[in-house]
């Protein structure tokens, strides 16, 4: 499959759960993203990384922890997360430029819904 | 800190009526702005951005940095435009962006 792939679709985790959302992306990109979207709020940034390095952690809790093993796979690994947590976990790449800015898009997968119990 | 506002949650009109959706944004710099659009059962995708004045789909966005404002017009709505429209802003170096919340945008027959 092209583009950005999540997995899985849906997950639903208890409080003591320890699960991890997988992101996989085919566009030859080198920046990565973890975005939250709650229902009730605006699509959050959590974590940015630029060449496999994480340069953004947009001040969320350690109970999130992200992995990026290469360019091309980021991993959302979760544990004791708490019901506030529920809402959908949306991954994106693009193809980062260097220096200032520029004007990369962001490709967008379809989007883990997280529930937890 | 930068902030997006979309004043709308919904948006509803027939088709053929013009539209306007509204975006405001608070930052202290020189911003880049972006509109992206989520379709039913689609993913989130690119819909337009300032720097590029382009017209996608028949939709146009002018930066105003006098009233800080971005909407998104279209000047007669087709059915297939109902979507969710998200406003966004990259704030200086890096490619990090910040959303607004959304407006849903109904095209009524």
């Known amino acids: 499959e092209t583009g950005v792939t999540q997995t899985p679709r849906h997950l639903v985790m208890g409080m003591t759960n320890k699960k991890s959302l997988k992101c996989e992306q085919h566009?030859?990109?080198?920046?990565m993203y973890w975005y939250k979207q709650s229902a009730k709020k605006p699509l959050e940034l959590m974590f940015v990384?630029?060449?496999?390095?994480?340069?953004e952690n947009n001040s969320v809790p350690s109970r999130f922890s992200p992995e990026c093993p290469n360019s091309s796979h980021l991993f959302l690994h979760l544990h004791t997360l708490q019901p506030e947590d529920s809402a959908l976990y949306l991954c994106?790449?693009?193809?980062?430029?260097?220096?200032?800015?520029?004007?990369?898009?962001?490709?967008f997968g379809s989007g883990t819904q997280l529930s937890v119990l | 800190a930068q902030r997006v506002t979309q004043p709308e949650k919904l948006l509803s009109v027939f088709k053929g009526a013009p539209v306007e959706l509204k975006c405001n944004y608070s930052y202290s710099g020189s911003p880049e702005l972006f509109w992206y659009v989520q379709y039913s059962r689609q993913r989130l995708q690119l819909l337009l951005r300032?720097?590029s004045r382009e017209s996608i789909k028949g939709f146009t966005a002018d930066l105003n940095k006098g009233e800080t404002s971005f909407h998104l017009k279209k000047p007669f709505a087709q059915e297939e435009d109902s979507a969710m429209y998200y406003c966004a802003l990259r704030s200086g170096a890096g490619n990090m962006l910040t959303f607004g919340g959304g407006t849903r945008l109904m095209v009524k027959p």
């Open positions: 990384y630029n060449f496999k390095e994480q340069t």
């Open positions: 994106a790449s693009s193809q980062a430029g260097t220096g200032s800015a520029t004007n990369e898009k962001l490709f």
């Open positions: 300032h720097i």
């Open positions: 566009l030859g990109h080198n920046a």
